[in-house]
């Protein structure tokens, strides 16, 4: 079986470009989180969807991240413009219901010069 | 204090030692506790659950957790040089009508053969 697929696996940008990450859940889940993790401040969540509805935000930094999910099998999450301090791996998981047991991807890697 | 806190380590280990992985939570989490295991470049998996207070063994792991004194631990019997990894602990943290994960920052182990 595939688990949660993301893309793409690294990206290397320049401060000011957009970035898009994208996110596969497993097949049948309902809920879908975004992560990012770095050295400081570990694993933090940013967002979590709930059959393709965001629920809740709150994790999002700023209002230069946004998330959607227009549909059951794919998000994204964008951060437009993009800072070095945006570098970081973000992770997309997902359970077959809220509360059930997360499925990480293997992440994105995000350096952004 | 942090939802999730997790302030020891890093730790080493001889191999066939048992290693014990702490953490502790405040009030504000809701009464169940995940530990979950990220090899270095990985994206982190689930080992063990617990809801309940006392021990709960799967294997060479052992979760306990303990509620007046607020923390869980996992205990992993005859450490294996495969066992190094971080462990993060994880906590529902209640927000409004919903509730997120929280994770610690994790510990990283390292058993030597």
């Known amino acids: 079986d595939a688990g949660v697929i993301q893309s793409p696996r690294h990206e290397v940008t320049e401060m000011g470009q957009e970035v898009t990450l994208r996110c596969k859940p497993i097949s049948g889940h309902n809920s879908l989180f975004w992560y990012r993790q770095t050295m400081m401040r570990g694993l933090e969540l940013l967002i979590y969807?709930?059959?393709?509805?965001?629920?809740?935000d709150s994790g999002m930094p700023e209002d230069r991240f946004s998330a959607k999910m227009p549909n059951a099998s794919f998000s994204t999450l964008k951060i437009q413009p993009s800072e070095p301090r945006d570098s970081a791996v973000y992770f997309c998981?997902?359970?077959?219901?809220?509360?059930?047991?997360?499925?990480f991807g293997p992440g994105t890697r995000l350096l952004v010069l | 204090q942090k939802e999730v806190e997790q302030n020891s380590g890093p730790l080493s280990v001889p191999e066939g030692a048992i290693a014990s992985l702490n953490c502790t939570y405040s009030?504000?989490?809701?009464?169940?506790f995940f530990w979950y295991r990220q090899y270095s470049g990985k994206s982190p998996e689930l080992i063990m659950s617990i809801y309940s207070n006392g021990d709960k063994e799967d294997g060479r792991f052992t979760a306990q957790l303990n509620k007046a004194s607020q923390y869980v631990s996992l205990l992993i019997r005859d450490s294996q040089p495969s066992d190094s990894a971080t462990y993060l602990c994880a906590a529902p943290l209640s927000t409004g009508a919903n509730s997120k994960l929280t994770f610690g920052k994790g510990i990283t182990l390292s058993v030597r053969p």
């Open positions: 998981a997902s359970s077959a219901a809220f509360g059930a047991t997360q499925y």
């Open positions: 969807f709930n059959n393709n509805v965001p629920i809740d």
């Open positions: 009030d504000r989490v809701s009464q169940s």
